[in-house]
Nanobody
Framework: QVQLVESGGGLVQAGGSLRLSCAASGSIFSINAMGWYRQGPGKQRELVAVITSGGRTNYADSVKDRFTISRDNAKNSVNLQMNSLKSEDTAVYYC??????????WGQGTQVTVSS
């Protein structure tokens, strides 16, 4: 069984910063990509950022130059540094991993609220 534990969400003023962390544990053979998704009020879940095992990254246009994703392969963990936060970044953020055999796992979600 695979578990993803997220931390770091909370309430912050516009222009502030937060750092999200996610640690994966359990029967994981190997992880291909690790990423963060978010779902705002009344919106569909969308990709925020993803990082491959080789360190290649991809970001949503709305967060480029503000958010930075990083991972520690030895610890099966992924982080999301979020700077210059805006009210439109308010959402539940979900950690996701894609294993080398094509299985997807999700965290329980962590709330990020940005007050204007």
């Amino acid at each position: 069984q695979v578990q993803l534990v997220e931390s770091g969400g909370g309430l912050v003023q516009a222009g502030g910063s937060l750092r999200l962390s996610c640690a994966a544990s359990g029967s994981i053979f190997s992880i291909n990509a690790m990423g963060w998704y978010r779902q705002g009020p009344g919106k569909q879940r969308e990709l925020v950022a993803v990082i491959t095992s080789g360190g290649r990254t991809n970001y949503a246009d709305s967060v480029k130059d503000r958010f930075t994703i990083s991972r520690d392969n030895a610890k099966n963990s992924v982080n999301l540094q979020m700077n210059s936060l805006k009210s439109e970044d308010t959402a539940v953020y979900y950690c996701n991993i894609l294993t080398s055999i094509g299985k997807n796992y999700w965290g329980q979600g962590t709330q990020v609220t940005v007050s204007s």
